[in-house]
């Protein structure tokens, strides 16, 4: 299966936004572009055209949720044909996957972690294995640990790799206790980041 294998710090650094949690440490120490050059009068960036804000948006979204490029466009012209706006829309379609809800249910430390444990086998969809990150979940769909992978190490040190969020989506339904996870409502825009301008990637491929 394909995936993107850049350094997560380096691609947080290249958009200026904590795409994992250890970035954002990194990005505090050192917030400049990868080959970017520190000393003075070098390195100064000119205004960026619109054209280059939408491109950089489009990939900070895209590398948050671990999509490659032709993914990503396909799901944002599957979301431009649906009913409702189409920057919503596809923010929607993000959360569904199965790979963000592992990781909104606090079952994974990022959504890149989250992956890797779908891509292993790890859960259940509904009584059947799964190993498809991009599975896009629905309204009474049921997410459980398999129980071999509960003897695991991972899994039996949970609480300490991935602590319970201290909130959890309105749409998600997380016992723990069970290792199950109940799908029970559809995303909303505010369950997205906030700082996401989804319309200029609309405007992106608008073009």
Not at 132 to 144: H, K, Q, Y
Request: with cysteine; charged share 30%.
């Amino acid at each position: 299966m394909a995936r993107d294998t850049q350094s997560i710090v380096k691609m947080s650094r290249r958009e200026g936004y904590a795409l994992h949690p250890k970035a954002h440490k990194a990005l505090v120490k050192r917030s400049s572009m990868p080959g970017e050059q520190a000393t003075s009068g070098r390195g100064r960036r000119s205004k960026p055209s619109q054209y280059s804000i939408q491109l950089r948006e489009k990939q900070k979204v895209k590398r948050l949720y671990g999509l490659l490029e032709r993914q990503f466009a396909k799901l944002m012209n599957e979301a431009s044909r649906s009913k409702g706006m189409s920057g919503t829309k596809l923010l929607e379609f993000l959360e569904l996957r199965l790979d963000n809800v592992i990781y909104r249910s606090g079952l994974a430390v990022s959504r890149r972690a989250a992956r890797q444990l779908v891509t292993h086998g790890h859960f259940m969809l509904n009584g059947r294995r799964v190993d498809i990150p991009s599975i896009r979940v629905v309204i009474g769909d049921a997410i459980v640990i398999r129980e071999r992978s509960k003897a695991t190490d991972y899994f039996k040190r949970l609480d300490d790799v991935s602590p319970a969020p201290a909130v959890t989506p309105d749409w998600l339904k997380v016992s723990r206790k069970k290792c199950e996870v109940k799908v029970t409502g559809i995303p909303s825009r505010d369950d997205a980041e906030p700082d996401i301008k989804e319309q200029l990637i609309v405007e992106y491929y608008s073009r």
